[in-house]
């Protein structure tokens, strides 16, 4: 019986181990990280500035939420001027308030934008955009 329970008590552990996820969702914990899937329905690169002879693209992005309430948003760029184009990083933290899956977001300046998570989900509204980011 003892070897019974042992076997039962390893694969239980197992089992909450490997729903890990499965339990964040349950228990709102958004921490983690979240890959860019799409900007106003658009899949990367993605169009966010544009206006005659300069256009600015996010090619990819990661959102960082962690345990203490901070967070790092960590993207590539591309403009192109005049038909000339160059990459560079882009990087912005803070610190997020989160209640019932809304998020306020308050970037080190002090600007805020918001957003909401769900489900493995990421949503942030911020200067006309919408940003939808998945948990990695």
Known sequence: MKKFWTLGVALAS????SSCSTIDNLTGNITGDYQLRQINGT???ALIYSEPGYTEEVLSATFTL???GSYTDAAIIRETTNGR???SSSTSYGYYDQYNGDITFTEQGGRQYFGTASSGR???QDQGLTMTYTRL
Request: overall charge negative.
């Open 66 to 68: 962690n345990n203490d």
């Open 85 to 87: 184009s160059f990459t």
């Open 43 to 45: 899949t990367p690169p």
């Open 14 to 17: 197992v089992l909450v181990l």
């Open 122 to 124: 990421l949503d942030i």
